[in-house]
């Protein structure tokens, strides 16, 4: 199999198509349009002319002078998909989507949402080509994601808060994914990462690979090594994926929350096993029965215990490394990052930014690391305020 | 010959069509599933479907879905499961037909996972998730261990697709009723008759054919039977009497309830 080129749905052993029967039509139609425009000259200029307008693209390839003193090594590039409409990368896929949507004569668009980034972008996409937009998220997401909420609901889109379950991403997906079940005919299923049953994997990775072209073109050739969060893997398969053979080290990041060996964490492909969940064969967090563990994360839009399945698949034929940082690092990189160079990541990028600075003393001065900034961190500042405060008080 | 397709023979020299019964076994804990068991078989369930949890059931309703979590938080562990099984299995010669997701048995190994299965007395397996593209190495491993694959279908399933899956379909097909999730309907749709109609027509005939998803009434049973099905499934109804009878009175009322059903069945 060629890397890249999923065969009957899946990546070697991984992706394909676990779903209820009733979703077989909605999938097939969906397969066979998005096959249509990805040819489709016009769609294309369309989007191209959407993402350039309405979302900023291109996004600047920034070099972190100061960051690159501090961590004292390797060059450190920022890839600034903090810059987007919306403040992170889900802008990239959401207007692909909605166009695709819009095209499919689709009346209703419903998403689920994690950090309330997918969710927010969702919204926007849908506002600005007048489809409505519904989203699903989970309670414990609303609760620490309070502003994302609000932002949804005055751009119109209803956000419904999941209370089954862990209250967190997967348990939004499995209420989107009824939702899309029950109004198959009408709806349009806006998945927010390269995660679900094939061609979702697949049409994510090509919307967001606009990431690792534009890198490559503002590098004027490749990066040593180019670093990505991971958590279901949008951000870091559009990165890694126009330089896959090309001879990048290539490193994805997971959230360790509070340490690998404590099982509070999301590390799926770190520490998860091959099964099946929300439509696709992958790596997972669960017990010996099974069952789908509770996850943990500091940052919202990695607490989920999946991955996408062309993930897994690289990390087996060891194309990618997986590598992986705790809460506490992760504060410390956010921290870092805010004072060197006055950007604040999103808590998910935090995760890169924080593998990068761990690695680029490693390096020499001559290399080149590209970083995916995957976010900006306003949504997450009250996050940040309550952790330290609590890590302070501890530490008296 | 299946425990399964025994049955279907055996009813339909009697004019009779099946009663599927649902339940989730460890709801509302793992004492009550054996009770519960006994109310169906004397209500005249003529197979009986056991719910195995598992964490996501994407194709279940709230019912279904919270009486999952409930089971799952008294320690529900297949290996329990499997115990409960064996002792229903002393007791009755009524077929046995699992229902769970697909992870559940992927992690065990389809083949290891099957052979405890059908040693513990299962006939046939419902995965509302495996889709016929998957089910390569499903289906070899049932093969191999006489367990019949039920397999779903739905009202805009295609003509030649419904032929392969049914294909593929040991025991009976099962068609879900609704566009949705599991759960107590209210209303019978006109496009779920004609998916019955159209079924039976496209369908091997000897393949028989079920109806699940929101049947509760013995109402909806008259109706589904005159369209033409094979067996009708009950399974949320169950459980919301389950929800709301105290554990005194839950093997009567199953009992009833069930009567009520299966009178409905006979043509
Ligand atoms: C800023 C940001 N980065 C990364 C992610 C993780 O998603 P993915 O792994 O699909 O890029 C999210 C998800 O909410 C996000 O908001």
């Known amino acids: 199999m060629k890397i890249g080129m999923p065969k009957d749905g899946r990546f070697g052993d991984f992706g394909g198509k676990y779903i209820p029967e009733t979703l077989v039509p909605a999938i097939e139609e969906l397969e066979e349009n998005y096959q249509k425009i990805k040819s489709d000259k016009s769609f294309q200029n369309e989007l191209d002319y959407y993402l350039k307008n309405y979302a900023g693209r291109p996004t600047p390839l920034y070099f972190a002078k100061n960051l690159t003193n501090f961590a004292g090594g390797a060059k450190i590039y920022l890839k600034r998909e903090d810059l987007l409409h919306g403040g992170a990368h889900k802008i990239n896929n959401t207007l692909g989507q909605a166009l695709l949507a819009k095209k499919m004569k689709k009346k209703r668009i419903i998403a689920e949402t994690g950090a309330g980034q997918h969710g927010v972008a969702t919204a926007m996409a849908c506002s600005c080509l007048g489809l409505p937009s ?38 939004a997906i499995n209420e989107a994914i009824r939702d899309w079940i029950t109004n198959v005919d009408t709806t349009y299923y806006l998945l927010g990462s390269a995660v ?144 060197t160079e006055g950007i604040i990541p999103a808590l998910e990028s935090a995760h890169a930014i924080s593998h990068a600075i761990k690695i680029a003393k490693t390096k020499p001065k001559s290399d080149s690391i590209v970083v995916t900034l995957s976010g900006r961190g306003d949504k997450d500042i009250d996050i940040v305020k309550q952790y330290l405060r609590k890590n302070v008080k501890n530490s008296r | ?107 065990h190994g389809y083949s290891a996972f099957m052979l405890k299965a059908k040693s513990a007395g299962i006939d046939g397996l419902i995965l509302p998730d495996m889709s016929i593209e998957e089910s390569k190495e499903y289906l070899k491993s049932a093969k191999k261990n006489n367990l019949d694959t039920i397999f779903l279908v739905s009202p805009n399933t295609k003509n030649d697709r419904l032929k392969k899956i049914a294909k ?100």
């Not at chain 1, 609760?143 to 997967?170: A, E, H, I, W």
């Not at chain 2, 499961?81 to 229903?88: E, G, L, P, S, Y």
């Not at chain 2, 039976?200 to 099905?229: C, E, H, M, Q």
């Open chain 1, 134 to 171: 519904e989203v699903y998220m989970g309670y414990k997401d609303t609760v620490r994601q309070q502003q994302n909420v609000f932002r949804m609901d005055l751009l119109g889109c209803k956000v419904y808060p999941v209370k089954s379950g862990s209250q967190t991403l997967k348990d």
């Open chain 2, 168 to 267: 593929a379909s040991t025991g009976f097909l099962y068609l879900v009723a609704v566009f949705g999730t599991t759960g107590v309907q209210t209303k019978i749709h006109k496009y779920t008759i004609d998916a019955i109609k159209n079924a039976k027509k496209v369908v091997n005939r000897k393949l028989p054919l079920g109806i699940g998803f929101g049947v509760s009434t013995p109402v909806d049973v008259k109706k589904y039977v005159s369209a033409g099905v094979d067996a009708v499934i009950v399974g949320s109804a169950n459980l919301k009497i389950i929800e709301n009878t105290s554990s005194s009175k839950l093997q009567n009322k199953i009992t009833e309830y069930t009567k009520k059903l299966k009178r409905s069945t006979r043509i």
């Open chain 2, 1 to 107: 010959m299946s425990k399964i397709q025994d049955k279907f023979k055996e009813l339909k020299s009697k004019n009779e069509k099946a009663l599927i019964s649902y339940i989730m076994t460890g709801f509302p804990n793992e004492n009550a599933t054996l009770s519960i068991v006994r109310g169906l078989v004397k209500g005249g369930a003529d197979i009986l479907e056991l719910g195995f949890p598992f964490s996501d059931p994407i194709a279940d309703g709230p019912v279904i879905q919270n009486a999952s979590t409930v089971s799952l938080n008294k320690g529900a562990k297949i290996e329990k499961f499997f115990k409960i099984v064996k002792k229903i299995r002393k007791e009755t010669d009524i077929p046995l037909v699992l229902m769970t997701y697909t992870n559940v048995l992927y992690t």
């Open chain 1, 196 to 339: 679900g049953p094939h061609p979702y994997p697949v049409m994510v990775r090509d919307f967001q690979s606009i990431i690792g072209k534009e890198i490559k073109k503002q590098m004027k050739n490749v990066p040593d090594t180019v670093i990505a969060c991971v958590g279901g893997g949008s951000n870091a398969i559009g990165t890694f994926y126009p330089m896959i053979d090309d001879g990048v080290e290539m490193i994805g990041v997971e959230a360790a929350g509070k340490g690998l060996k404590t099982g509070k964490h999301s590390a799926t492909l770190n520490a998860g096993k091959k099964g099946v969940l929300h439509g696709m064969m992958t790596y997972l967090l669960q017990d010996n029965d099974g069952q789908i563990k509770e996850t943990h994360s500091i940052s919202a839009g990695l607490d989920y215990p999946g991955v996408g399945p062309e993930h897994a698949f690289l990390k087996d034929v060891g194309k990618v490394e997986y590598k992986s940082a705790t809460d506490s690092e992760v504060i410390d990189a956010f921290l870092t990052l805010t004072r």
